[in-house]
């Protein structure tokens, strides 16, 4: 070990040149994974923003004089199949009728454009939403079409500043309404939607004061909350039969309603994102197996250039394990330290790539664990052939070697 380290600080350029290959590769790969991995962490976090054993109704496709109409085009739910639900669908906790626009809302000399959404109390449940100050409002407010309203973390910013909204008068569309709470903060979510910007208020004072409505009980969406996990695809087929029936749908005929199931999107959305992290990460390696290549080349130059001192050291007593263990040392330690830097360099460009590009990125141990083991490994495969070859040379052989 030591002859082999002495070797290596004899030639430091050509070790650091030997070593770069290693380095590049094994942060590219760190990088790699933690931008899938953070790719990954990132969708769960969205879908986990919007609620958890979450099911939304929307309004389906349908047929109108031969033409099929994409999802939503026309209204098929109404606030009695939210009662329906709740009421008959046993695998159900928590259900939300909702209603969804958009309207400027001013407070004094100050306005802002935001989304209303028309809801009742579940909806909070639902979506696991709490309220930070004042109240959320009861079925009581929804049952009398109550004007009051809880703003959103940026409505309450830019129309109040720093000034305490509850029990505020704010105008909706000229209607007024009390701001009777404030919801706590929610954050972004897919497409970088503000989810803070928003203005709720009872379905009923929507309906009847705001929004467009065809019909009465109209509703845009159903939130629906399953008890847990596990039961949220009885809930989903519960709650289809029910609307089958409701609506008056044969076994031929298409739904007029489609229920999205976010832990299935989420599991989907997890699965491609490691598909992606795994294919950058593969993407990656190929500069491992290059400083591989590259350990390997400059190890065969070494045995040709120590080959009178393999003669030497043959004809004084080394065995052919110790020529070879020499090499596979020099190898391996190219390798191992070209990885730890590489670590360095790795976790680095990780945290820049963070801050320059706004990327949540998530280093793992497992990443830098495997990227180092690689390298390792790589030095072995890749110094084993040079140390061989060195291994077999014949002591008078070598001597001669000029």
Known sequence: MKISLRALRANKMRSGLTMLGMIIGVGAVIVMLAIGSGAKKKIGDNISAIGS???IVVPGAVTSGGVRMSTGTRATLTQNDAEAIKNECPAVAEVAPVMLGGAQVVYGNQNWSTGIT??????LAARDWGVIEGRAFSDDDVRNAARVALLGQTVATNLFGGTDPIGQMIR???VPFKVIGLLDKKGD???SQDQDDTVMVPLTAAQRNLLHVHFPGQVHVIMVKGKDLVSLPDAEMQIKELLKQRHHIGPNQDDDFTIRNLASMLQMAEEAASVMSLLLGVIASVSLVVGGIGIMNIM???VTE????IGI???VGARTWDIRMQFLIEALTLAMIGGLVGILLGIAGAAIVSRAAEWNVNVSPFAVTLSFGVSAFIGLVFGFYPAWKA???HPIDALRWE
Not at 118 to 123: A, E, H, K, L, V
Not at 306 to 309: I, L, Q
């Open 189 to 191: 979510t897919f497409g």
């Open 391 to 393: 291994s077999l040379l």
């Open 313 to 315: 050291r043959m004809a």
């Open 53 to 55: 054993n979450l099911l």
């Open 306 to 309: 120590r080959t009178r001192e």
């Open 118 to 123: 028309g809801t009742t109390p579940g909806y």
């Open 172 to 174: 909706i569309r000229n």
């Open 300 to 302: 065969l130059v070494s």
